[in-house]
Structures are given as structure tokens and as C-alpha cells.
């Protein structure tokens, strides 16, 4: 997929909010969830507010209060997410007698 110029470097910005040990699988992820949100909305690119939905999805909910700063530094407004921000779709911890 095709990827907007201003996207590709609000998720290198981003990604540099990631440790070194981890931030490659970071961007991958990121990138990944970032195409499924553009493909989503049947877009033929990646714009900057598929890359900010796409690294909300992928920061764990118990982190994302974080991510209000990081987006207003951005210049965009956190309103605009407040959904993902507030949302755990995926991230539902693992039943208690599921050995894990």
C-alpha cells in the first residue's frame, strides 16, 4: 500500500518514543495496523490519522493516557481518538485458567 509523505514521518517520530530493543517489531506492527485502518476505510493510502489510530491500537490501553501529549505535540487533537484511546478491542486479558 501506498503511503502518504507526512505519514511515513509521524511514524518514524513515533516510533523513536520506542526503545531501540523493540522499536523495529514496534514500527512493523504499527505500519500493519496503520494499512489495515486505510484499508478500512477503502483508502489507496496511508494518511497521517490511519498512522495515529493504527499506534494507538497497538500501544497497550493501560499506556495510551500517554498518547494525548504525544498527539497534541503532533498538532492534532486527541479528541478526534478518543474512541481508540478508550477502547481494549484486542487486548482482553488471557481467562484465568488458561495456563498463561
Do not use: F, H
Request: net charge negative.
Amino acid at each position: 500500500m501506498e503511503w502518504d509523505e507526512p505519514a511515513e514521518g509521524v511514524l518514524e517520530t513515533l516510533c523513536r518514543m520506542v526503545p531501540d530493543t523493540i522499536r523495529e517489531l514496534a514500527k512493523a506492527a504499527a505500519r500493519n495496523e496503520a494499512e489495515s485502518v486505510a484499508s478500512d476505510r477503502a483508502a489507496a493510502s496511508v494518511s497521517v490519522d490511519d498512522v495515529i489510530r493504527g499506534w494507538i491500537r497497538t500501544t497497550p490501553p493501560d499506556q495510551r493516557n500517554g498518547l494525548v501529549a504525544v498527539i497534541e505535540q503532533l498538532g492534532l487533537e486527541p479528541e478526534i481518538y478518543e474512541n481508540e484511546l478508550q477502547s481494549d478491542e484486542g487486548w482482553e486479558e488471557e481467562p484465568e485458567d488458561s495456563g498463561m
